[in-house]
């Protein structure tokens, strides 16, 4: 079908709708690092989150597929575990573009994954545990199948100008030069007219225009239908986005090696966060976590100094991301792992918190990803994050060390990613097969999504039925039920170090204090509240390692080690991944 300009333009968006214009207050500065304000009390701060995708959590009815009523099944589990919050990841209708995170309807959940009741049934469990729930907000966009988007696409109308149209350029060309994180523009001619629409993620994730005030009043409806029922709190999927420059200008080759630098840079995204914060979250008693993708590290205090009134925490990924570039892995260095974590831990500034995590739906293991996929490497990273300055957030399988899987074929996975991914560099020529594989073996999200491993029985005790995503072959060893009571397993060590937090409030609030930032194999750092003075030493090495006690550093009681008693004088002798955290005199 062809159109002429005019009625392009007359279909289009190509003048943004008149809107009433939003006043905004001004922007209040960070609170200085220097102001030494002594860090509030707040139950999420002391929390231990648990991450669950539930796809892959506990499939109770034997689709293959993780269910509410599997989790429900399994709170104890969680319980015994010493989890107080339960993240989940996406659990509304959606056609599963990108599983789950391109919504349908806000305020149904998959049926896949069961019904509201079973919903109501599940968050009265975890409350009856006296455990909270936090969901995933998903709304930088929703899926294209949202009735939204289904309207705004026939043209102009009030859904029109709920999502983002430009004119494709004069050769039919998008708008301008923005990259979908899944390949490809990030610019989708649909509909009537010469119109394109913005997706930041897969064409069937269309983003929202956040500066439509009927949008954003969309979004906090959402958010108070679900805190109506008792959930408390959000993680909130690439927040940074919501807010776009209205000009979209090309990005210059530079920008175009980190888009999401730009893409997290938006003119109202602060101003977006605090509105929301004012309307909705402040009725509340939430926690709030923002994935913070493409935020540099200047910006982070921005979102989480408290005095702003923004976000509680945001996931900061340089430490997740330290041995990859893209869908590659890369060799890494403890010491700058080791100035991230001090940086982030500087950013937190005199009012802002942060987060402490290893792995999450969208990473490889992280025992394969920062260590060598044994036991003891999962067990040494668990103790360093349960110990670091930040909210843990654990991800589902972590705690029994569960490790990547063996892929070999393109075939065997199932996120849009990979497959985009293989299309864009194998089938497009631009590297072989045989190196590419390898590589996304390695990398992939699929490795976080095979199903959780409860028991070693066929199906992992995941399911009866026929997985969606393969068991890993090593469920017979590395299994919940195996790791139960067992000394010394990853499940045991878990719930040691939790048990340890929860006792010791210095590892929570207390300073942090990194004591050799050069060592390349020993990360060994205090955390001091009061007269209380901890130290946790962890070998990330498969090696051997020796560590000299500095100066005023005497360790009084081990409260906790992972591996032979290890003090010789002034000097620590560390068994490979070897962790401890003792009391300090
Ligand atoms: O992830 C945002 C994000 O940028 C991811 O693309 C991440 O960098 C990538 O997964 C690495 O391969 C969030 C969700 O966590 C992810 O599952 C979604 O696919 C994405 O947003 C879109 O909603």
């Known amino acids: 079908m062809h159109y002429p300009p005019l009625a392009a333009l007359l279909l ?79 659990h509304f209708d959606s056609p ?65 100008d709920y999502y983002i149209w430009r004119p494709v350029r004069a050769d039919g060309g998008p708008p301008n030069n923005y990259p979908s994180f899944f390949g490809g523009s990030a610019w989708e001619k649909r509909g009537p007219g010469d119109q394109a629409y913005l997706h930041y993620f897969a064409a069937k994730q269309p983003d929202l225009n956040w500066d439509n005030p009927r949008v954003r009043g969309e979004v906090y409806d959402v958010m108070r239908f679900w805190l109506d029922k008792g959930v408390s709190g959000f993680r909130m999927d690439v927040i940074p986005f919501i807010s776009k420059d209205p000009a979209f200008p090309d990005l210059t080759p530079d920008q175009l090696r980190h888009p999401d630098r730009v893409y997290a840079d938006g003119p109202r995204v602060h101003d977006y966060l605090r509105e929301m914060r004012r309307d909705v979250l402040s009725r509340y008693d939430t926690m709030t976590v923002g994935e913070a993708v493409g935020v540099t590290p200047d910006k982070g205090p ?28 890369k060799p890494w260095k403890l010491a700058d792992l ?32 920062l260590g060598d996929g044994s036991p003891a490497a999962a067990k040494a990273l668990a103790t360093m994050m349960l110990t670091l300055r930040g909210t843990p957030f654990l991800y589902q399988g972590d705690e029994i060390g569960m490790t990547n899987y063996p892929w ?31 590589e996304l073996a390695r990398t992939s999200r699929d490795n976080a999504r095979t199903p959780m491993q409860w028991t070693a029985a066929a199906g992992a005790g995941f399911t009866t039925g026929k997985p969606w995503l393969p068991v890993n072959p090593n469920a017979r060893r590395v299994n919940v039920a195996i790791q139960t009571g067992r000394p010394n397993s990853v499940l045991e060590h878990y719930r040691a170090l939790i048990r340890l ?35 946790t030493v962890v070998n990330l090495s498969p090696r051997r390692a020796r560590w000299a006690l500095p100066g005023g550093v005497e360790p009084e009681t081990t409260l906790l080690d992972t591996g032979p008693r290890s003090q010789r004088g002034r000097r620590l002798n560390l068994a490979p991944w070897q962790a401890a955290v003792y009391r300090l005199r």
């Open 12 to 90: 289009g968006a190509a003048a943004p709708v008149a809107q009433a214009p939003t006043q905004f207050p001004a922007t209040p500065p960070v609170t200085p690092a220097s102001t030494s304000v002594r860090t509030e009390r707040r139950w999420w701060k002391e929390a231990v989150v648990y991450q669950i995708y539930p796809r892959s959590f506990a499939d109770s009815d034997g689709d293959g597929v993780g269910d509410l009523n599997g989790i429900t099944r399994h709170l104890d589990h969680l319980k015994a575990l010493g989890v107080d919050v339960i993240w989940l990841s996406p």
């Open 96 to 160: 599963n573009a990108d599983n789950g995170y391109d919504i349908r309807d806000y305020r149904r959940v998959l049926p896949q994954f069961g019904t509201m009741a079973d919903f109501d049934r599940m968050l009265a469990a975890i409350k009856a545990r006296r455990m909270r729930l936090v969901i995933d907000l998903v709304v930088n966009h929703t899926s294209d199948e949202h009735r939204w988007f289904t309207e705004a696409v026939k043209g102009p109308g009030p859904y029109r």
């Open 302 to 329: 921005l979102f989480t100094d408290a005095s702003r009134g923004e976000l509680d925490m945001i996931f900061r990924f340089e430490g997740v991301n330290i041995g990859r570039d893209g869908w590659r892995t």
């Open 338 to 369: 080791k100035r991230f974590y001090d940086d982030l831990d500087r950013s937190a500034g005199a009012t802002g918190w942060n987060t402490s995590f290893i792995g999450n739906h969208d990473k490889a293991r992280a025992a394969n990803a």
């Open 408 to 438: 070999t074929r393109i075939e065997q996975y199932d996120d849009i990613a990979a497959r985009n991914l293989y299309r864009d560099q194998v089938q497009a020529g631009r590297v072989s097969a045989s190196e590419f594989l390898p």
């Open 501 to 535: 937090r929860r006792a010791m409030p210095a590892l929570v609030y207390g300073a942090y204090r990194d004591l050799d930032p050069d060592h390349p194999q020993v990360f060994a750092y205090t955390r001091v509240l009061d007269g209380d003075r901890l130290l």
